[in-house]
């Protein structure tokens, strides 16, 4: 009989270990997913804000005030 119920013990013991690991793989396959969505959706809204900022300005900033006159020349000189 003591052997009995320290098979029991046993198969117990091991079928809770087996629940934990079992518990463990789910926590870190969703921890997985969650962190690699979270990267995913910064990296989208960055490039939809970045595309949208870009639309507005298709021609680039406004510094072509700079290249008339002298100092135009200027800054074209030091540039290249």
Same mark, same amino acid.
């Given at each position: 009989m003591q052997i009995f119920v320290n098979c029991i013990c046993l198969a117990c013991i091991?079928?809770?270990l #087996? %629940?934990?690991i079992y518990l463990i #793989?789910? #926590?870190?396959? *969703? @921890?997985?997913? %969650?962190v690699t969505y979270v990267y995913l959706l910064y @990296?989208? #809204?960055?490039a939809v804000l970045? *595309?949208?900022a870009s639309s507005q300005y298709p021609?680039?900033?406004a510094t072509g005030? *700079?290249?008339t006159g002298s100092f135009g020349f200027l800054l074209s000189i030091s540039i290249w």
């Open positions: 091991v079928v809770i #087996c %629940v934990f #793989c789910i #926590c870190f396959t *969703l @921890y997985v997913f %969650v @990296y989208v #809204c960055i970045t *595309l949208d021609e680039g900033p005030h *700079l290249h």
